[in-house]
């Protein structure tokens, strides 16, 4: 440093010194808190909610319980009235930060810390609470670390307990971004240096892309190293760099926006995602290729792909091709199908690998896609209902007519169509594809595609097949109008589709689509008749499909539904549930949140049945369900009087009678005997 | 798509890579090579045969200064000293970081703080800071005689404590370095490092 400069600090210090205060001077006070009770006049034996609400300037952070590779946790030490005692502080959810590969788990803006204070019981009111609480802590920028102190005092008075609404609405959206209880416990296993950790998880539940898991057990993991999120099933499973080897890690599994929820992993088996070598149970493998051929074989009387293939097949009668002919159209047809599926199959394998959530007709999720099926689906059953001809462009479908190209692409075709009518039937054999190792799942596409093409197989190479098939004739055609109603469903199907996934708007754009196109094959077709050269309008008809692809990409996908509820169920409010209680109808109150697996297993299992609806309705009980999937306070508040920490929570209101907690874990038997005991 | 590729190929590299950028304990510590204050080039190897005690330094880090304005780090160098070991201090700080020191300054630190260090390496690039995956200041490692890595981690277990309050800490270096003399294993080998992080290169 200049002697210039030297000076200059040596004043400034003076200065900032001699007038405490008066300016911010760098490493003091980058950090202040502030204290406040959710109540200033606690009722005795009562227990009142302390907020540290720290605010940090502008680019330095303070840190969360685990600090990571550096840092510090904050430490208190409070002086307490005789009597009182102070829990543990509790931190929200953090954010992480990463400089030169040293982890922080830091807060960047202002953030509050919660504790909470146990006033005993026998105190008379009035009586004055004195609090004072040190808390040291460290706070730093990207370059600069410094630990502060600030001694903080907070006068309480012993009284009625009551919480204004301007406090609690600060609690309330403090306590937002706290993890929440998980409720079901986490599975972690250590191998060759890598940590897996299965947290129970709903597959329906969203999760960001920010989803990471937060150590709380010092050591047990790498901080620094990249995280792995994947989903299988229930379960999330954290791939990351072990640190230790730990009895059990706890941690906060944040999935953005503030949102996370306590884990407690114990030490299990964790299914490791495949690898290649172990144990692969071939004969297991076997029977699913067996399943799925099978399920490629019924695919060919579904709607989506029945009229493709009768048509195919009675044009190869009709050509009356020869043996080599027939062959070659049959292997051509076969290599269409086999490709689309194994190339849907081995898309949504790499997919599934890179960590996004996707199953089976998962490009049947996109709108888009769904409406180019819808147009070409329309086409094809305007074509077979005689409209026109497809006879020109000779690199399209070419359904009705021979060679190995064509039967090549109507093959692709169909495997393509077909996809949305594989769930049903092949559920099983594809939930089985995804989590066998990758080859065994290709296996399964292979199967699928193999089954899907068999028919046809035959009839290539078996000419006894072929000779049974009836003699062509004028039948053929009102056979082939005939076959067209079913793709005409399968169009339906789709706009409902469509609809699904874009609302009433994206429906009625995709129907108007669908009209345009229809009325420009209709010209196509008329222009066929008398013999016109129709290039323009195949122009038109692509242009039209683009226009409309490209229009339905802009569509916003309306909110998703509310949470899927039992027949007849209202949102849960407290004045709801006096209401109910006053009219003296007995209560069903249930609490559960889109990420708690136990929640969605008792629904389905035993609250959304038909025979525990039906014993509702008889015994007429209302219910309410509280939906807690966003940590709504409130609802929160609610739980936490019930002495549950969180979802799931079942109350039973008998008419005129004690409420009761009913346990975690429900059965239909349980609910059913609920309205008549 | 190319978040999924990117992820990929991180994931690959985390992987791999830090087997090499990670001293394990019971294992051989790296070698390195590294110009202390006064220009001379010191190596590990060297000290083959005594015990070397590796310290991560930060002049300018609040944690630091108070080991060293309370006399505990150099207490603690002493008494490494006096056991037969030798104190080498790091700085990993990159230029234009907080407690980045040219040779000089550096000089004049260790006088002023009156450091018992045997030597004050500068390793601005933080290629050994790295390679032992230093990451807080302080941030201590032993390796005995043999060259095997005998402990990691913090020099003491109150990493909030204030000057008054250090004499009751536990100071871990000073009980490894005496269960290391006496030819016992280290009961304490592994502890979570506290500080200010090391402030290398990006």
């Known amino acids: 440093m200049s002697k210039f400069g030297f000076v200059l600090m040596t004043l400034l210090v003076g200065f900032a010194a001699a007038m405490p205060g008066a300016a911010q001077q760098a490493g003091q006070d980058n950090l202040t808190v502030e204290l406040v009770a959710e109540t200033d006049s606690p009722a005795a034996g009562s227990e009142v909610t302390i907020a540290f609400v720290a605010t940090p300037d502008p680019g330095w952070h303070g840190y969360w319980k685990n600090p990571g590779d550096a840092g510090l946790d904050t430490r208190l030490d409070w002086k307490l009235p005789a009597g009182l005692t102070a829990g543990e502080l509790r931190y929200p959810v953090p954010t992480r930060l990463l400089i030169s590969g040293i982890m922080n788990y830091v807060y960047k803006g202002s953030y509050t810390q919660l504790a909470t204070l146990k006033i005993p019981a026998g105190l008379a009111t009035g009586t004055a609470l004195p609090i004072t609480v040190r808390a040291d802590y460290l706070v730093c920028t990207d370059e600069v670390c410094v630990p502060e102190t600030e001694n903080l005092a907070i006068r309480l008075t012993v009284g009625d307990g009551v919480i204004s609404g301007e406090r609690r609405a600060r609690f309330d959206a403090w306590r937002r971004v706290f993890p929440k209880p998980l409720g079901s416990e986490a599975k972690f296993s250590i191998a060759d240096g890598v940590a897996r950790i299965a947290i129970p998880y709903p597959a329906s539940a969203a999760i960001s892309d920010e989803t990471y898991f937060y150590p709380l057990t010092t050591g047990a993991l790498n901080y620094a190293a990249p995280q792995k999120v994947t989903r299988d099933g229930d379960l999330l499973v954290i791939e990351t760099k072990a640190g230790g080897t730990p009895q059990r890690i706890e941690g906060v599994l944040a999935v953005g926006a503030g949102q996370g929820f306590s884990v407690t992993a114990v030490s299990g088996a964790v299914a490791v995602a495949a690898t290649g070598e172990a144990g692969i149970d071939w004969s297991a493998a076997l029977i699913a290729f067996g399943g799925a051929l099978l399920g490629g074989l019924i695919l060919n009387v579904m709607p989506c792909v029945f009229p493709i293939l009768s048509l195919k097949a009675l044009s190869l009668a009709k050509s009356g091709a020869s043996e080599g002919q027939a062959r070659g159209e049959a292997l051509a047809y076969t290599a269409g199908v086999v490709l689309v599926v194994l190339a849907l199959g081995g898309l949504m394998l790499g997919l599934r690998a890179g960590g996004a959530s996707v199953g089976w007709a998962f490009q049947l999720t996109d709108p888009r896609v769904i409406l180019l099926l819808l147009l070409l689906v329309l086409g094809i059953a305007l074509n077979l209902a005689g409209l026109f001809e497809m006879m020109t462009p000779r690199f399209a479908g070419r359904l009705a007519s021979g060679g190995s190209g064509g039967a090549f692409m109507t093959g692709a075709l169909a495997a393509f169509i077909a996809t949305p009518c594989t769930g049903p039937f092949m559920g099983a054999a594809l939930g089985a594809a995804l989590v066998l190792p990758w080859y065994v799942a290709i296996l399964i596409f292979l199967g699928l595609g193999l089954g899907l093409a068999l028919p046809f197989l035959l009839l290539g190479f078996v000419p006894a097949l072929r000779r049974m098939l009836p003699k062509p004739g004028a039948w053929m055609d009102t056979f082939r109008k005939i076959l067209s109603v079913p793709m005409f469903l399968t169009a339906i199907a789709l706009a409902w589709v469509l609809g699904g996934l874009t609302g009433v708007n994206g429906m009625a754009l995709g129907l108007t689509l669908a009209l345009a196109l229809a009325v420009v094959l209709w010209v196509l077709g008329r222009r066929q008749v008398r013999g016109a050269g129709n290039g323009a309008a195949w122009a038109v008809a692509v242009l039209v499909t683009a226009a409309g692809v490209w229009l339905v990409s802009g569509i916003e996908k309306p909110a998703a539904a509310a949470a899927t509820a039992a027949k007849g169920a209202e949102p849960f409010s407290e004045t709801r549930l006096a209401a109910l209680r006053a009219e003296g109808r007995p209560v069903f109150a249930y609490f559960t949140a889109d990420w708690c697996v136990t929640c969605k297993v008792n629904e389905k299992t035993a609250i959304e049945t038909d025979a525990v609806a039906s014993a509702f309705k008889d015994g007429n009980v209302a219910v309410l369900v509280g939906d807690w999937t966003d940590g709504d306070p409130a609802l929160g508040r609610f739980i936490e009087q019930h002495n549950r920490a969180g979802v799931p929570l079942y109350l039973w209101y008998p008419k005129g009678g004690e409420p009761r907690v009913l346990p975690q874990v429900l059965t239909q038997g349980m609910l059913t005997a609920l309205p008549g005991g | ?202």
């Open chain 2, 1 to 202: 798509m190319n978040r999924v590729i990117a992820f990929g190929v991180a994931m690959i590299a985390a992987m791999a890579i830090p087997a090499a950028a990670e001293q394990a304990n019971g294992q051989k510590a790296t070698d390195f090579k590294l110009t202390d204050a006064s220009g001379k080039t010191v190596q590990l190897s060297d000290y083959r045969g005594k015990t070397v005690v590796l310290e991560w330094n930060n002049p300018g880090c609040p944690f630091v200064q108070r080991h060293y304005e309370s006399g505990n780090m150099q207490k603690t160098q002493t008494a490494a000293k006096a056991g037969g070991a030798v104190w080498l201090t790091i700085n990993s700080g990159a230029p234009g970081k907080q407690g980045y020191m040219e040779a000089p300054a550096a000089r004049k630190w260790v006088g002023d703080s009156k450091s018992a260090a045997a030597h004050y390496l500068l390793d601005p690039k933080g290629i050994v800071g790295k390679g032992y995956a230093a990451k807080t200041t302080p941030h201590i490692y032993i390796i005995d005689g043999q060259g095997t890595l005998r402990y990691q981690g913090a020099i003491d277990d109150k990493p909030a404590a204030r000057i008054d309050e250090m004499p009751a800490a536990r100071n871990h270096a000073v009980a490894a370095l005496n269960e290391i003399k006496a030819g016992k294993t280290v009961s304490v080998a592994q502890t979570q490092a506290y500080g200010c992080s090391v402030k290398y290169a990006e």
